[in-house]
C-alpha cells in the first residue's frame, strides 16, 4: 500500500504562483510514476502533469510553460510548480502514484487539494 498526502492547495488570484507538494509513503517500489491530475466542478478529471522514476515528464497541453512537475525521490515527494494561474485552472488537484512489479500494475490517489484561481 502506498499512502499519498497532498499540501499546497489555496486561493490565489490570477497570475499568482502555487506550489503543490505530495508526500508518498508505504511501499514504494523503484519503477513508478507520479503524476498530477485535476478535477473542475462539472467535468472529467484530467492530467495535468506526470514524471517517471527516471525523471521525464509529460504534460497537459493547456499548463505546458506555466507548470513544472519535479520530484525528490529521497523524500518520496512530487510536486508542482504552477506558475501564470488563470481562473481556468480552478480544480482539485489530486496526486496519483502509478508503479508496477511483476507484471502488475498498483495505482493510488490522494484525497486531493483545492486550487481556487480568482480573476
Known amino acids: 500500500q502506498v499512502q499519498l498526502v497532498e499540501s499546497g492547495g489555496g486561493l490565489v488570484q490570477a497570475g499568482g504562483s502555487l506550489r503543490l507538494s505530495c508526500a508518498a509513503s508505504?511501499?514504494?517500489?523503484?519503477?513508478?510514476?507520479m503524476a498530477w491530475y485535476r478535477q473542475a466542478p462539472g467535468k472529467q478529471r484530467e492530467l495535468v502533469a506526470a514524471?517517471?522514476?527516471?525523471?521525464?515528464?509529460n504534460y497537459a497541453d493547456s499548463v505546458k510553460g506555466r507548470f513544472t512537475i519535479s520530484r525528490d525521490n529521497a523524500k518520496n515527494t512530487v510536486y508542482l510548480q504552477m506558475n501564470s494561474l488563470k481562473p481556468e485552472d480552478t480544480a482539485v488537484y489530486y496526486c496519483?502514484?502509478?508503479?508496477?512489479?511483476?507484471?502488475?500494475?498498483?495505482?493510488?490517489w490522494g484525497q486531493g487539494t483545492q486550487v481556487t484561481v480568482s480573476s
Open positions: 496519483n502514484a502509478k508503479q508496477w512489479r511483476y507484471g502488475t500494475t498498483y495505482d493510488y
Open positions: 514524471i517517471t522514476s527516471g525523471g521525464s515528464t
Open positions: 508505504g511501499s514504494i517500489f523503484s519503477n513508478n510514476r
